[in-house]
């Protein structure tokens, strides 16, 4: 008998202690979709994310070309040149491997910034950006409906771009600056091109949404 009463009162205390917050708390919390990757709160997005696999968009393109492309294509411009002054003419060129390693580090991000920027459903620039030169590029919210119409180009245009950022970490590797020199030229020639394609292409009279783009004469 008292093995019985011993059995329940064990039994009662097992089944309150399983819906004790304490046992809760003590419980492992269960295993994300993916190995070690934190949940990411959605209020951080800006749109709607790459319906394919976990990959999602958080920032614009603007945000990538201020903070990853920009910064790294003005490195790599950098990395190699010519000066005339009055002592002369100077060659610039990375001269250690400590110098070499900033640009190679540049066009890593030209690579792999390229890939962010075609990531589809990306805005152009945060929500409530206006133009810094009005009258002369489009406003972000048309720039956005431009690249999506327009996305096989867009694409185009990063592809040209990360193809110029690996030929760049060879010649940066090989030590090659007149190599370097000549890719700067053509990386320059591709975001030109990119920007009059989507930023300012108002001399080519595109169409946005039934608007002309050409900007009106008087400000």
């Known amino acids: 008998m008292r093995g019985q009463i ?68 003005d490195t790599l411009w950098g990395a190699v040149g010519t000066v005339v002054d009055n002592e002369g003419i100077h060659e610039l060129f990375p001269k250690t491997q400590d110098e070499w390693q900033e640009p190679r580090r540049a066009a890593v991000r030209i690579v792999e910034g390229s890939n962010l920027l075609m990531m589809p459903n ?7 950006t206006k133009s810094e030169a009005p009258g002369a590029e489009l406003e972000p919210p048309q720039i956005t409906v431009l690249v999506r119409e327009k996305r096989k180009s867009f694409e185009a245009f990063a592809r040209a771009l990360q193809r110029v950022g690996l030929e760049a970490v060879r010649a940066i590797d090989a030590k090659d600056t007149s190599l370097l020199l000549e890719i ?22 595109i ?12 400000r």
């Open 6 to 73: 011993a059995a329940a009162f064990c039994a009662a205390v097992l089944g309150f202690a399983a819906s004790s917050p304490v046992a809760f708390a003590q419980q492992k919390p269960p295993k994300s979709r993916a190995s070690g990757a934190a949940a990411t709160p959605n209020s951080l997005a800006v749109g709607p994310g790459n319906p394919a696999g976990d990959r999602q968009v958080f920032l614009s393109i603007k945000d990538l070309m201020e903070s990853i492309i920009d910064p790294s294509a």
């Open 122 to 128: 990306r805005e152009a620039a945060p929500a409530g």
């Open 184 to 205: 700067g030229a053509r990386m320059e020639s591709v975001c030109e091109g990119c920007h009059q394609t989507f930023w300012y292409p108002q001399e080519r009279g």
């Open 207 to 218: 169409s946005i949404n039934g608007r002309n783009a050409r900007p009106s004469q008087s």
